[in-house]
C-alpha cells in the first residue's frame, strides 16, 4: 500500500522560500514518478513539478520554472520541493503524488493514482 505523507508547509512573506517533502512508502516497483501539484480555492489542482525514475527526467511547470526545484532522496524514501522567491498567486494547498510505471518525461497532468494529503503554503505579507 503506498502512502505519501506532505510536511514543510506555512506562512512565507513574498519573496521567501520554502521547502516541502513528501514520505513515501510501500514503494515496491523498480520504476516511479513523484510529482508536486497544487490546488488554490476556487482553482483547479494544478501540476507543478514531477521526476521520473527510469528516465531521470524532471517537468516544471512555466509558473515553477527558475523558482522551484524537485529532488528525492531514494535512501529515505523522501522527494522535495523546493520553492524559492515565492508569489502571493502561489498560495495553494500542495500535495505530492505517484505512480508506479517507468516513463519518459513525467506528465502534470492530475492522473496519478496515489496522493497525499496535502500541505498549505500561504504567501502574504
Known amino acids: 500500500q503506498v502512502q505519501l505523507v506532505e510536511s514543510g508547509g506555512g506562512l512565507v512573506q513574498p519573496g521567501g522560500s520554502l521547502t516541502l517533502s513528501c514520505a513515501a512508502s510501500?514503494?515496491?516497483?523498480?520504476?516511479?514518478?513523484i510529482a508536486w501539484f497544487r490546488q488554490a480555492p476556487g482553482k483547479e489542482r494544478e501540476g507543478v513539478s514531477c521526476?521520473?525514475?527510469?528516465?531521470?527526467?524532471?517537468n516544471y511547470a512555466d509558473s515553477a520554472k527558475g523558482r522551484f526545484t524537485i529532488s528525492r532522496d531514494n535512501a529515505k524514501n523522501m522527494a522535495y520541493l523546493q520553492m524559492n522567491n515565492l508569489k502571493p498567486e502561489d498560495s495553494a494547498v500542495y500535495y505530492c503524488?505517484?505512480?508506479?510505471?517507468?516513463?519518459?518525461?513525467?506528465?502534470?497532468?492530475?492522473?496519478?493514482?496515489?496522493w497525499g494529503q496535502g500541505t498549505q503554503v500561504t504567501v502574504s505579507s
Open positions: 510501500g514503494f515496491t516497483a523498480e520504476y516511479y514518478v
Open positions: 521526476f521520473s525514475s527510469s528516465s531521470g527526467r524532471t
Open positions: 503524488a505517484a505512480d508506479l510505471v517507468p516513463a519518459g518525461l513525467c506528465v502534470l497532468s492530475p492522473t496519478y493514482d496515489y
